[in-house]
């Protein structure tokens, strides 16, 4: 079974609009890190978001938000107000602390921005 | 200077050849990983490394072999390349398990085309 299933290959927002990119998960693992990753097309990745499977609130880091449901496994990134330069390959990762510690990513989600 | 840096950036290289691709990093990380990525598919582990003395492989080790040759040098092998090995390589780093997010930390990626 996939670890990370990310639904949306594509998804297309309007420029100051809000946008979802979802992302589920799969572990028995209590412990666990579920991460967002931005890769533009230069091709670098980008750390965005972390939320620890014991944190209580979602977190947020700018325009960026996770929306936690663990009982759902479901760690959805929120893009509030996107920018042309939001346009971008956007990565769900998760990390299992007890079980091997390794890092699984999702297959992505293309996002464009339309001004 | 990038934290995580990789080399080469770019190899075109045709069936048959050894290519090693190299990796270098300043963050004194202990964990150290080689991934690939292919359209579509996401980021596949190859190899990963939690000190010097410790290898492992990941989901897609077949055809490649790693070495790590100091805390803060891992190395990525392709014995014989073949063409289905054409993806844009990278190297990450992490901190150990404990640290509140242990975020990957990626170098820029090396592209590999094998003619």
Redesign the interface.
Known sequence: AQKITQTQPGMFVQEKEAVTLDCTYDTSDPSYGLFWYKQPSSGEMIFLIYQGSYDQQNATEGRYSLNFQKARKSANLVISASQLGDSAMYFCAMREINTGNQFYFGTGTSLTVIP | DADVTQTPRNRITKTGKRIMLECSQTKGHD?M?W?RQDP??????IY?S?DVKDINK?EISDGYSVSRQAQAKFSLSLESAIPNQTA?Y?C?T?EA?GQ???????G??S?LTVL
């Open positions: 964990r990983y991934y579509g598919l996401g980021l596949q582990l990963y939690f990941g844009l990278f990450a992490s398990t509140r997010t242990g975020e990957l930390f990626f820029e990626g592209r």
